[in-house]
């Protein structure tokens, strides 16, 4: 069993900047991922960035995000994704999830945080 407590999100303007961590307990031995994805009102669950925290590998960025989003280690069992120069389009639901392999695709992750909203005005 794996709980994660994501934090971090909130109210920014356009162009300012945040930073989420997500804390993993329970299964934090070996080699695991978290990976951060969002969903925004009435669209499907995207994929933002995922770290592996046994290598330090990162995964690649997706276009709506490289550039601005960066995915670290953070404190002790966590993982944290900055993100800078945010758009009013990054608002949404931010999840971080863990697997025990790197991938974009939801399916692969097998716990989800409750996710932390992050909502960004023009």
């Known amino acids: 069993q794996v709980q994660l407590v994501e934090s971090g999100g909130g109210l920014v303007q356009a162009g300012e900047s945040l930073r989420l961590s997500c804390t993993a307990s329970?299964?934090?031995?070996?080699?695991?991922?978290l990976g951060w994805f969002r969903q925004a009102p009435g669209k499907e669950r995207e994929f933002v960035a995922a770290f592996n925290y046994y290598s330090d590998r990162t995964s690649d960025y997706p276009d709506s995000v490289k550039g601005r989003f960066h995915v670290s280690r953070g404190a002790r069992n966590t993982v944290d994704l900055q993100m800078n120069s945010l758009k009013p389009e990054d608002t949404g639901v931010y999840y971080c999830?863990?697997?025990?392999?790197?991938?974009?695709?939801?399916?692969?992750?097998?716990?989800w945080g409750q996710g932390t909203q992050v909502t960004v005005s023009s």
């Open positions: 329970g299964r934090t031995w070996g080699e695991w991922v």
């Open positions: 999830a863990w697997s025990t392999y790197m991938s974009q695709q939801p399916r692969a992750y097998e716990y």
